[in-house]
């Protein structure tokens, strides 16, 4: 899955993205380097950001959406957004997929919407809003507390009829270094639960933390090593900024399983 983030203030790349035609440039060259799901979202999650308006967001996201399926219709495209209305223009237009950060948390009729237009709903966990996530997150047991969150935005979505479903526990969203360690050091429980499991640390700030403050341009390699892990563990779909080098590492991590 790659990332588009059509914001002027993502954590990573804000403001890269919101011309038109670099976007779709971008879409292109994620395409051709291994990316098979384009996410874009036209609201930062970064820890400490600000929300934006319906308006706002449908503006930054709609002309990507469109642009993006009529240039490269066989990609599948999933909106990153939490608002009701954004989503379902984004499924209207061609979308196939809902990428809620919030675990329809904050928008449950959701769920109504992506059973509607068959959509693959993608259910985050997150503990908190972006502005205040990262102020003194605290769980029981992050593993279990997540685990528990799943069993019941699952069995929530399903009594509203969607039928596919895809599971994040959220790396860096109201959870400190310890408890995204433990997150991913316990991935395979979750895989368990019986969905695809989605893992996106792309560049985040925990990989910074462990690196001697590596600034975010320098995460690569940790961003590599996080998701091969991952992959190690049974995830099935890694959401990233680096589309060749994660394809590159999939492809050699599926050459190696085939001889198990």
Do not use: C, W
Not at 55 to 61: I, N, P, Q, T
Not at 99 to 118: F, H, I
């Amino acid at each position: 899955m790659g990332i588009v983030n059509a914001t002027p203030d993502s954590f990573s790349d804000g403001g890269r993205f919101t011309e038109l035609s670099r976007a779709r440039d971008h879409i292109y060259l994620m395409k051709k380097s291994g990316a098979s799901i384009i996410d874009i979202g036209g609201e930062s999650t970064r820890p400490g950001s600000d929300s934006v308006s319906e308006k706002e967001e449908l503006s930054r996201v709609m002309p990507v959406i469109e642009g993006g399926l009529s240039n490269f219709p066989e990609l599948l495209y999933s909106i990153d957004t939490t608002k009701y209305e954004v989503a379902k223009q984004a499924l209207k237009a061609g979308a196939r997929i809902i990428n809620d950060v919030s675990g329809l948390q904050k928008e449950p009729r959701m769920a109504e919407l992506a059973a509607e237009y068959q959509a693959v709903y993608i259910i985050m966990h997150s503990q908190g809003d972006p502005k205040t996530m990262q102020q003194n997150p605290v769980y029981e047991d992050v593993v279990d507390d997540v685990y528990s969150f799943f069993e019941r935005q699952i069995k929530f979505a399903q009594s509203l009829g969607v039928e596919e479903i895809v599971i994040d526990p959220g790396i860096g969203f109201g959870k400190t270094l310890v408890h995204n360690l433990k997150l991913l050091a316990h991935l395979d429980k979750f895989t368990k639960i019986g969905f695809p499991v989605l893992v996106g640390a792309s560049r985040k700030s925990m990989i910074g933390k462990i690196l001697d403050e590596r600034p975010v341009e320098d995460r690569l390699t940790g961003t590599i090593a996080i998701h091969y892990d991952a992959l190690i563990k049974g995830a099935s779909i890694l959401r990233v900024h680096d589309v060749r080098e994660a394809s590159d590492s999939v492809r050699i991590f599926s050459a190696i399983q085939s001889q198990r």
